[in-house]
């Protein structure tokens, strides 16, 4: 059974390295969820699932000496409700209804061997499937929450933030030379059109906000805003109805802010 670990067996923080008997009973278990979709001409089509994996592996790593012991980090979930990014060839989207069963189920099944579990969540368009799919985790009793990657202040989407993060994360794979404005109006006056067509119908590059400026300077202190926010919300541990832990710091819920893509504008259209 899990937790009949050998003595001193050390739990790796990643759980696809660990083995079976050294898996602790009553573990704390973040669960990195991202998506597969366009980023621009510039940054790769993993770019929320790199962020989400960083801020959930980096959360654990501050969290090693809690009272649930060394967090574990799952395989992140790659595959999201990307319906909006549909336009954009090397997008792959599973839509709401299978990301809801895929979130449910992994709840489920983790719960039979761990304690609480965080679903760090670095795409905007799985927010409405979170709320929905926590919330009825919870009336069934399980302790799982989820918190969006935080970025205040951001652009929506391979803009300025998004390049940042992934100039620090990962420069190897942006392609600054290609990259180009996008459409940089506010989020509320481009959401109606994002909801109804699609990020194609108001950027041909697939980039809302402008990555001009971009640096990885700026791109750590982001990740380290958002690892810091992710930590007060498992501290404090007060999920409000939806699952979504709250950020004691700010007093509001840890979702996407402008940052990462375009939240709920997948309502309108396929997925």
């Excluded at 998506?35 to 089509?45: A, I, N």
């Excluded at 709840?107 to 905007?124: C, P």
């Excluded at 190897?172 to 909801?195: F, N, S």
Aim: glycine share 12%.
């Amino acid at each position: 059974m899990p937790g009949d670990a050998v003595p001193g067996d050390a739990v790796p923080p990643l759980l696809a390295d660990a083995v079976w008997p050294a898996v602790p009973s009553g573990a704390l278990v973040l669960v990195p969820v991202g998506s597969t979709e366009q980023h621009g001409p510039h940054l790769p089509l993993d770019t929320d699932t790199v962020v989400a994996r960083a801020v959930a592996r980096r959360t654990a790593d501050a969290l090693a000496t809690g009272p649930y012991g060394p967090p574990l980090v799952t395989p992140a979930l790659a595959f999201g409700a990307s319906g909006e990014h549909a336009g954009f060839p090397g997008t792959v989207s599973i839509g709401h209804e299978a990301l809801r069963a895929v979130v449910v189920e992994l709840a489920r099944s983790l719960s039979l061997w761990a304690s609480r579990i965080v679903f760090v969540n670095g795409h905007g368009g799985n927010t409405a499937t979170l709320d929905g799919a926590l919330a009825l985790l919870r009336t069934e009793g399980h302790d799982a929450v989820w918190a969006g990657c935080e970025a205040p202040g951001g652009d929506a989407h391979a803009g300025r933030t998004e390049t940042s993060l992934l100039l620090h994360l990962e420069p190897e794979r942006v392609r600054l030379d290609a990259a180009v404005a996008g459409d940089t109006r506010p989020l509320p006056v481009l959401l109606p059109e994002l909801t109804a067509r699609g990020v194609r119908a108001v950027s041909a590059s697939g980039v809302l906000g402008d990555p001009s400026g971009a640096t990885a300077e700026e791109g750590r202190r982001t990740l380290a805003a958002m690892v810091s926010a992710t930590l007060r919300g498992i501290t404090a541990w007060t999920p409000d109805t939806h699952g979504r832990l709250t950020d004691p710091g700010a007093g509001s819920p840890l979702t996407l802010s402008a940052a990462s893509n375009t939240p709920n504008a997948s309502k309108g259209v396929r997925r």
